[in-house]
C-alpha cells in the first residue's frame, strides 16, 4: 500500500506539488468567475465549479491540516520570535481560508448542479477573498517557512535519520 499524497512520509515533495495544484486551482477560479460574469452559468462552468470544489473540499483542506501537524509544530518549538510570529499568521490564515471557503463552497456546488440562484457579485466577491488570502498565504508559506522548515529538517535529519516532517 502507498502513503496518501500528502502524507508526513512524502515530505515537502508533496507540499510543493500540493500548492502547485492549488495555484493551479486557483487560476480555474478566477477564470470561472470571470466566465461566469462574461457568459454565465453553462456545461463549462459547471465543470469547472465541479472540479475547484471538490480540490479545495479535498486535497487542499488535508494540506493544510498536514501543515499544522507535520510542519508547523517543529518551527513553533523552537526560539525564533519572528519565525513564530509568521507560523502563527499561516496558522490564523488557515482560518480565514476555511472560513472564506464556506462561503464560497456552496455556490460551487451550486454552480455544479446548474443552479443560477447565486448571486453574481457576491459569488466574485467571495472569489476574490479567497483567491487573494489563498495565494498570498501560498506565497507566505513558500519564500519563508518552508525554506526554514526545511532546514530544521535537515539539522535533525543529519543528528537523527529517523526525524519525520
Not at 496558522?91 to 463552497?105: S, V
Amino acid at each position: 500500500m502507498s502513503a496518501a499524497p500528502n502524507a508526513p512520509a512524502a515530505g515537502f515533495e508533496a507540499q510543493d506539488a500540493c500548492h502547485q495544484q492549488m495555484l493551479v486551482h486557483l487560476s480555474m477560479l478566477s477564470d470561472l468567475a470571470q466566465h461566469i460574469d462574461q457568459v454565465g452559468i453553462d456545461a463549462e462552468a459547471q465543470h469547472q465549479a465541479g472540479v475547484i470544489e471538490s480540490f479545495f473540499s479535498g486535497a487542499s483542506r488535508q494540506h493544510h491540516a498536514d501543515e499544522e501537524k507535520n510542519v508547523f509544530p517543529p518551527l513553533l518549538a523552537g526560539s525564533d520570535a519572528e519565525l513564530i510570529a509568521l507560523v502563527q499568521v499561516l496558522q490564523q490564515d488557515h482560518c480565514w481560508i476555511e472560513e472564506d471557503w464556506l462561503e464560497l463552497a456552496p455556490q460551487l456546488r451550486a454552480i455544479a448542479s446548474g443552479n443560477n440562484w447565486i448571486d453574481s457579485a457576491e459569488f466574485q466577491h467571495n472569489a476574490e477573498i479567497f483567491l487573494a488570502l489563498t495565494r498570498g498565504h501560498i506565497d507566505l508559506e513558500e519564500k519563508m517557512i518552508y525554506p526554514q522548515a526545511r532546514a530544521l529538517k535537515a539539522r535533525a535529519t543529519s543528528r537523527n535519520p529517523r526525524v519525520p516532517l
